[in-house]
Structures are given as structure tokens and as C-alpha cells.
């Protein structure tokens, strides 16, 4: 009978794994090093590897293993074959599942590591208890994962959930990474708070702490948390900006509710007062009163959302 | 065995019906009054008494009926629930399936019109050959239904695909149906494109055939393909809202196809010519690639997509 699964979540610098039950205990986790080396070409055998002799080491059955589910950092289409490759580990596009499977005789699935991340708020965290929900990763860049009834809206090629890349800003200068100008990830991602934040001082003499330090999206939000006013401007323009870009994406898929996570999410309840009242404003109808969440698995969402692919 | 299925698309005036086999050819369409006295009391037994006469005419046994869909104007939940009731037919919140199947001994599917409608396009429309697709409505407001993996995108409260809503102008100052400002309905249906042309004939002194007409989206995009310069202009900016507004959605849920129908998509390939080169602008990465279409049954599609909700 299956009782396990295993989650693994590929990065750059780390791979890291869970062991769980089908209950959603995490029953064990740990972590490999990503060798890069040779196009990264011995990730995957590292990774069955580290797997198997954690299997052997808790007595794990073969049957009592329903599967293994893997997150990877690149897009991929539904039957997990990476499009274009994952540049941060050196990968080409090759199909997950079939490669990792020539080392590990158990049933693997594979989805990008932002609906991983987001599947697993859905199964254990933020999410919990919902069944349509949008999870929007706020760090260095904005990522999302949609899951809707259960399943997780990959898209035709991959880019489901992409919602850091929607057009927000008729009037920036600035490119976004992805060569456009005026995504929502400029203004919303850690990156993106201190562009407002450079922007705003620059163009106000309002006395602020945030003047005297290196800065950050963590110190405007703790400057949020004393009261500095600046900071509380530029909160606000976060705010509107992000309110807006989930307001349009509750007129496309409607979700019960957002979960917030990434780096800027540590920011605490504030971020969503900030985010829930401008949201309402440019919602349609009974998405107004669409339901708001933080993250609550932090690193490890990706993990659990692995298992979850193979367990739900 | 199942080899046929009626497909009912309920509108304010009449109520549109037709008969279906498995492989998507309609065998016989016709329409009856929709009477609103008492409520719209009478609808669902006239319905359910038109359908019985023609599956006697027809000498269609029960067992070869694999059911009946149902397209509904209003927002309704998975089940077939009416959220808050269809103005336009007096009806409050009840459930359809359990409702007419009182009245009929077979299956019963219902969904929103726009959503049966994008399903039609999918089943045998524009969208034919694709699993995920949005279908986009230019008429008097802006509708959209999106299809994913072949299913209905219905969204928590049957917002789903209301892209007609989504927030796309922060300068608006005159408020859409919807109470809010700014929608991308009130640059992109007859009426906004109208909007835009008036505003646009208010700020410009060109010599124009516009200026000489009743205006209407028809006569602009007629204009548009006599090469006169204003009309030109308009559809300029039809277009950058439109395809603006589309790669948003194409961010979110990354749809292989768009397909573009309503009384505006008479203009024809023109028409794309507007949007799709505005949409790779703004669209993100592969999404530039998305394909587009118009749409191909007209007002047909709402009952081959009420159909295809027993037969697929």
C-alpha cells in the first residue's frame, strides 16, 4: 500500500528533498548540493541516489513509495518536459519524469518550481482548504502558480501563472528582465519596492530613516512598521500596483484566494493591508470579495508541493 | 447508445435550440419566445416541452439522448448554480440541472452563456484542434470564457474569464456598467470603440468620413478598410487596449489560441491585424507566439457549446 512520497525541489545552489506521508507530514528533509559541472549533467543520478539510500535507510518499501515529485527552475509543459531548458542549471530541454526515471523505479512527475511552490501552499499552507487558489511569490523577481479545481494551470507553454510579467506601467523607462517594459515584477518584487524607493526619495525631501541606510524591501517595510511616512508612500504604491495586476488576474481565473509568500511576504499582515483595500477597489463584482493569505511554508513549499504532485 | 445531445442558449428575447450529434454536425436548430412574465417562471417548462416534441418528431429514444446543455445568462458556480440570479430573464439563484430536470428524464449541464459560447468555438469554431483557449466576445459589453485542458474555467463565483473587467486605463473618468473605471469593456465593445472615436474626433480637426455619420464600431472598422485616417487612428488604439489586455490574460493562464468573436469580429482579419502585433508587444516570452483566430459560429456557438457539456 502507498503510505510515502518523496518532493524534491532542484535550485541553483541546492537541491532539497522531504519525505512525506499522505497525510502531508514531512517526515524528513535534507538537502544535496547542485553540481553543475558538465551541464549539470549529474543532478539527476545525485538526486536518486540521495533518495534511494534514504529510502533504504527508513526501511521504505518499494510499494509503500507512490512516487517522486520534482520541481525544476524553468518552464515546462505538462508532461514535464523542460521548454527551452533551465539556464540555472545548465539544462536543455529533455523530459524530467523519462530522465529521472532511468535511475529510480518509482512513478515521477515534474512541474516548474513556482507551481510546485504553489501547489504546496495549496496543500498544506495558505492555502489549505481551498481548491482554486493564486500563489504569488514575491522575491527577487514575482513568480505564480495557479491551481484550479486541484490542478495546477501549467498553460500551453509553460508561462501559467506568470503573472509577474503582466503589463502594469504605461510609463516606465526601465526594461524587466524579460526585455518588456512595465511588468508588475518591477514594482512588486524586493527588487521592485526599492526602485519605488529610490524613485520616491528622489523626487521628495520628506525627513525619512530610509534616507540613512542601505536600501531594501525589508527596511521600507520595517520603516512601514515605525511609521515613517515615506515609507508608508511607497508602501502605497506597492500596494496599488500590486492590488491592480490581482485584480486582473481574479477577472481571468477567479481564484478563492491568493497566498502570499516569497522574501518581501515576511513583512507580515501589513503587506496584505496594504495590497487587500486596492485590490478591492479595481476587482469586478464578487471577486471584490476574493480571500487574501500570507505563505506559510516559507522554503519549503516547493518540496511539499513536489510530494503533493504524486500524493493528490 | 448515446448519439445525440440538445444544446439550449437561454437569451433575454428567445431561446435558441439544436440538436446535436456526437461528432459536432447540428442536425436541427430553431428558437421559441422566452417568456419573463411571472419571473421567468414559465422558461424551463417551455424549454423542456419544445425539446420533447422535437426528440418525438424525430424519433429519438431516450437512450440515444446523451443529455441536454444549458447556456444561462448570469454567473453560475460549477453545479450549475445561478449566483445571485439572471436579471435579464427575472430568475433569482437556483440550480439549473436539478431545476429543468424536473421538467426532461436525462442529464442536464449548465454553464454561463459566454462560457458556452467560448465552448462552442473550442468544439467546432475558431478554436477546433485546441485544448486551451480563450474566446473573447467584442458586443455590446466585452465577454470571455476560457477553456483549459478541454474544461470550463468557471472561477469561484463564475467570474471566470471576465476579462471584459479587467482594470487597463488609470485615467478613466466615466464609470463602466460594472461601476468601476477603466475597463478594457469600455475601449473594446461597439460601444467603447464608439467611445474612442467620439473622444477622438473631439481632440482632432482631420478631415474624416466619421465626421458625417452616425457612428457605430461597424462604420470605424468600414472606414478602417476605405484607408480613411481617423478610423485608422481609433483602431490604433482599439488595438493597444485590446492587445494590451490580452497578454495580460496570456500571462496568467497562457492559452494556446485566442479566439476573437461578437458583432465587432465582422470586421474581420482586419481586426486582428490591430490586435496581434500590439499583443507580442506587450505579451511575455514565448506567449508572443499565441495564436489567433476569429471566431466561426456566430450566434450558433452558445448551443453546439451547450451541447458539447453532455457530449465531451
Known amino acids: 500500500m502507498s503510505k510515502y512520497a518523496f518532493g524534491v525541489d532542484i535550485g541553483g545552489t541546492s537541491v532539497k ?87 529510480i523505479k518509482v512513478p515521477v512527475k515534474a512541474v516548474n518550481d ?37 490542478r495546477i494551470l501549467v498553460g500551453a507553454c509553460g508561462a501559467g501563472g506568470e503573472i509577474g510579467h503582466i503589463h502594469i506601467e504605461d510609463r516606465e523607462e526601465e526594461a524587466c528582465n524579460c526585455g518588456n517594459k ?34 531594501s524591501a525589508k527596511i521600507v517595510f520595517d520603516a512601514v512598521k515605525a511609521g515613517d511616512r515615506a515609507a508608508m508612500e511607497i508602501a502605497g504604491q506597492f500596494g496599488d500596483y500590486l492590488g491592480k495586476g490581482l485584480a486582473m488576474v481574479s477577472s481571468v481565473v477567479n481564484p478563492e484566494i491568493f497566498v502570499i509568500g516569497g522574501g518581501v511576504s515576511k513583512a507580515g499582515e501589513v503587506l496584505l493591508s496594504y495590497i487587500e483595500p486596492r485590490f478591492r477597489e479595481y476587482a469586478f463584482g464578487n471577486c471584490k470579495d476574493t480571500k487574501f493569505a500570507l505563505a506559510k ?5 516547493g518540496i511539499y508541493g513536489a510530494a503533493a504532485l504524486v500524493l493528490l
Not at 524607493?197 to 534616507?211: G, K
Open 114 to 150: 513556482a507551481n510546485a511552490a504553489a501547489f504546496g501552499e495549496m496543500w498544506q499552507g495558505g492555502g489549505k482548504g481551498y481548491d482554486s487558489m493564486v500563489a504569488v511569490t514575491l522575491g527577487t523577481g514575482v513568480g505564480g502558480g495557479i491551481v484550479v479545481k486541484g
Open 297 to 301: 511554508l516559507g522554503n519549503d513549499a
Open 182 to 215: 512595465g511588468c508588475l515584477e518591477q514594482y512588486t518584487s524586493a527588487t521592485g519596492i526599492v526602485r519605488l524607493a529610490r524613485r520616491y526619495l528622489a523626487s521628495h525631501d520628506t525627513a525619512t530613516v530610509l534616507q540613512t541606510e542601505r536600501l
Open 17 to 103: 528533498m522531504g519525505l512525506f506521508d499522505v497525510n502531508g507530514n514531512v517526515l524528513d528533509k535534507w538537502e544535496i548540493p547542485t553540481v553543475k559541472d558538465n551541464r549539470g549533467a549529474s543532478i539527476l543520478p545525485d538526486v536518486a541516489r540521495s533518495l534511494q539510500a534514504r529510502q533504504k535507510e527508513k526501511g521504505i518499501l518499494e510499494e509503500e513509495l507512490t512516487g517522486v515529485g520534482v520541481g525544476v527552475p524553468g518552464p515546462m509543459n505538462e508532461e514535464g518536459t523542460l521548454l527551452g531548458g533551465a539556464v540555472n542549471l545548465g539544462w536543455g530541454s529533455f523530459n524530467i519524469p523519462e530522465a529521472l526515471g532511468a535511475y
